[in-house]
């Protein structure tokens, strides 16, 4: 069975960093493309990033780009999301999703962890 | 503003057939494939439809999807009271290069 924990949201001030973590378990990691999704409360769905299976393709919202980092660690089956210069507007759960390929493109999310909430506050 | 644009809201009645739309672009649904994707309240989404009518595993064929230019359809056919939940519609955009979501369509069983 496909299990996808997340860690690391938490409340965290305007321009502070947060790291979320994704533990992957129940299939081939690296035999997949993993992306974050997030969700502010009570609304839509936001594709946040996405990560090729040899990292070697990478992509992001434009909303994030230059502040948000993805990385993985097959050898640790971990997704990893560095979030800097946080805004109020980055507060929502954080999904780590697994993608059906190996490819980011086309994006085709499987299977989704519970999320980890973020909220951004003074 | 969502890139891909989805109506707020759908109903139907038992048994009926329902047409949730998405519309969008060349630089995404146009030249990309459509996925789509269900959620209930307080629980992750769900992958319903890939490369724009593909089921995975265990989605019943009740549920089927369509795309024609820049448009795309989820349709749900047979509806059940438990269809009632959010459907988004998603595709890798070209210019943005990033995947981006429709806004959702809250669908409700009547």
């Known amino acids: 069975e496909v299990q996808l924990v997340e860690s690391g949201g938490g409340l965290v001030q305007p321009g502070r960093s947060l790291r979320l973590s994704c533990a992957a378990s129940g299939f081939t990691f690296d035999d997949h493309a993993m992306h974050w999704v997030r969700q502010a409360p009570g609304k839509g769905l936001e594709w946040v990033s996405g990560?090729?299976?040899?990292?070697?393709?990478?992509g992001y919202a434009d909303s994030v780009r230059g502040r948000f980092s993805i990385s993985r660690d097959n050898a640790k089956n971990s997704l990893y999301l560095q979030m800097n210069s946080l805004r109020a507007e980055d507060s929502a759960l954080y999904y780590c999703a697994k993608d059906l390929s190996f490819s980011v493109v086309p994006t085709a999310i499987g299977s989704w962890g519970q999320g980890t909430l973020v909220t951004v506050s003074s | 503003q969502s890139v891909l644009t989805q109506s707020p809201s759908a109903s139907g009645t038992p048994g009926q057939r329902v047409t949730i739309s998405c519309s969008g672009s060349s630089s995404n649904i146009g030249n990309n494939y459509v996925c789509w994707y269900q959620q209930f309240p307080g629980t992750a989404p769900k992958l319903l439809m890939y490369r724009n009518n593909q089921r995975p595993s265990g989605v019943p064929d009740r549920f089927s999807g369509s795309k024609s230019g820049t448009s795309a359809s989820l349709a749900i056919s047979g509806l059940r009271s438990e269809d009632e939940a959010d459907y988004y519609c998603?595709?890798?955009?070209?210019?943005?290069?990033?995947?981006?979501f429709g806004g959702g369509t809250k669908l409700t069983v009547l």
């Open positions: 998603a595709a890798w955009d070209d210019n943005l290069s990033g995947n981006v």
């Open positions: 990560i090729s299976r040899n990292s070697g393709s990478i």
